[in-house]
T-cell receptor, first 114, second 115 residues
């Protein structure tokens, strides 16, 4: 069964609104969670690394004020896309790492901004 | 600058034959490599990994080979089955940075298994 749950799987929102995506590790404590973005026919691009209880580390070129990440507990990280625009439409995927295990991925969120 | 390259966007293989997916990397700091399988609209699923101290790792029908000098790895699937049809991503990380890094992915290879 799924070990990382990502919600919602699809979301359509209007331009200017904010969208929150949740990522939960179901049966392990995830000290580190990662957020990726995938454009069509492109690789998964790491956006940010989130450690429980501390500020996220963003990759170069990713706006931290636009993509707010909160890792409030060892099982939950959230990504909020603030003031979304059509160019933010993409497939967002979270992953989580427990102790001595490879990354487990969520099923992704298809965001469409109209 | 793409640090992990999968130069074949797609690969078609007959059922029962061997599928070989290739991956090249440029960053010499990478020391841990993984293969993920991805179906449409789903997240990647871990398949198999290899540490740079090894040159081969086998798990059932899946074998990963690593050639450090060539900075090249490959995934062999034998025999190929229809359910193997998916996009396969090669990924790399540098554990010397404390294992805290996310993975660097290639663009993926779409494997199509023909009956």
């Amino acid at each position: 069964g799924a070990v990382v749950s990502q919600h919602p799987s699809r979301v359509i929102c209007k331009s200017g609104t904010s969208v929150k995506i949740e990522c939960r590790s179901l049966d392990f404590q995830a000290t580190t969670m990662f957020w990726y973005r995938q454009f069509p026919k492109q690789s998964l691009m790491l956006m940010a690394t989130s450690n429980e209880g501390s500020k996220a580390t963003y990759e170069q070129g990713v706006e931290k004020d636009k993509f707010l990440i909160n890792h409030a507990s060892l099982t939950l990280s959230t990504l909020t896309v603030t003031s979304a625009h059509p160019e933010d439409s993409s497939f967002y995927i979270c992953s989580a790492r427990g102790a001595d295990s490879p990354l487990h991925f969520g099923n992704g969120t298809r965001l469409t901004v109209t | 600058d793409q640090q992990v390259k999968q130069n074949s966007p797609s690969l078609s293989v007959q059922e029962g034959r061997i599928s070989i997916l290739n991956c090249d990397y440029t960053n010499s700091m990478f020391d841990y490599f993984l293969w993920y399988k991805k179906y449409p609209a789903e997240g990647p699923t871990f398949l198999i990994s290899i540490s740079s101290i090894k040159d081969k790792n086998e798990d059932g029908r899946f074998t990963v080979f690593l050639n450090k000098s060539a900075k090249h790895l490959s995934l062999h699937i034998v025999p190929s089955q229809p359910g193997d049809s998916a996009v396969y991503f090669c990924a790399a990380s540098s554990t010397t940075r404390g294992g805290a890094d996310g993975l660097t992915f290639g663009k993926g290879t779409h494997l199509i298994i023909q009956p």
